[in-house]
């Protein structure tokens, strides 16, 4: 097969999918979410190999903090872009700072709709990830509904070859609780399946104002491809973090360590201590603590 030949800094050059490595990353990589490993490897997997879809991929990431969302997001846009999440087609929105004064929601959405618009003329492949959505003032988001659907097309651009991403903690009370149900009951997490979850996800984010999406029609006109639930992380999940990152600075012999950050670490509920109740995120903080 020829070379292909591209153009510096374009999006076609940029965009170099590799669906085995995401896989391998996935699966390797993110700890304890076997629901968000399967149904991301599958929507994506199937969507690329697609070059006419139907609509946009829409995944809407939640769950508690500390248990890989942004470690996911992460992921897709490292096997998705050379460039990573550093690409210039790879754009991230965080609320307190792309969007801070609620008073502001008319003029963010119309920079937000500018936006989109411009960045997915130059390139359909972009990737859009909105972070922290229980920040996101209301009635922001609704000005994405028509890049949405299956019908925008605007300068012979495809809008639905984009990949949106939304990152929230709206659900993980739902989430955790049927995380708890299976541990009290002697059942394994694993036997948790993404359609006991879905109708859930959805029914606790229509039902909140802070879950980014109030204001508009997403939830409600079905433009989500799929919810992904990001259970609660146990005290082996937290130690293998630790050990991945003590390897990422050649310490993978201090098994010492692993158990002092396994240990130190606050869990819930208070008599059985099942669950993290930050997952990983406090793992770096609690290693330097203990080297």
Request: glycine share 6%; charged share 20%.
């Amino acid at each position: 097969m020829a070379a292909v030949h591209c153009i510096a800094d374009t999006c076609e050059c940029d965009f170099k999918p590799n669906i085995r490595d995401l896989e391998w990353d996935l699966y390797t990589n993110l700890y304890g979410q076997h629901l968000a490993q399967d149904i991301v490897s599958e929507e994506v997997k199937n969507f690329l190999a697609n070059n006419n879809p139907d609509r946009p991929l829409v995944l809407s990431l939640h769950g508690g903090s500390g248990t890989g969302k942004t470690l996911l997001s992460s992921m897709l846009a490292s096997h998705l872009y050379t460039s990573a999440m550093s690409s210039s087609y790879v754009h991230h929105f965080i609320p307190t700072l792309h969007f801070p004064a609620h008073e502001r929601v008319n003029m963010y959405r119309a920079e937000l709709k500018a936006w989109v618009e411009g960045n997915l003329t130059a390139c359909a492949r972009s990737v859009f990830i909105f972070d922290e959505m229980e920040r996101m003032p209301s009635g922001v988001l609704g000005v994405l509904e028509p890049f949405l659907g299956p019908s925008h097309v605007l300068f012979q651009t495809n809008y639905r070859k984009a990949l949106y991403l939304f990152i929230s903690t709206t659900g993980e009370e739902v989430i955790n609780r049927m995380a708890l149900e299976y541990r009290q009951e002697g059942r394994d997490r694993e036997e948790i399946r993404a359609s006991d979850l879905q109708d859930a996800i959805a029914e606790a984010v229509s039902k909140t104002n802070s879950s980014g999406f109030s204001g508009s029609s997403i939830i409600e006109d079905g433009l989500v491809t799929r919810f992904v639930p990001f259970l609660p992380l146990c005290r082996r999940h937290v130690e293998r973090c630790t050990r991945q990152q003590l390897c990422q600075q050649g310490m993978c012999g201090r098994s010492d360590v692993v158990e002092a950050v396994g240990g130190d670490m606050h869990y819930t509920p208070l008599q059985e201590q099942y669950f993290s109740i930050s997952g990983c995120k406090a793992v770096p903080a609690k290693i330097n603590l203990f080297l």
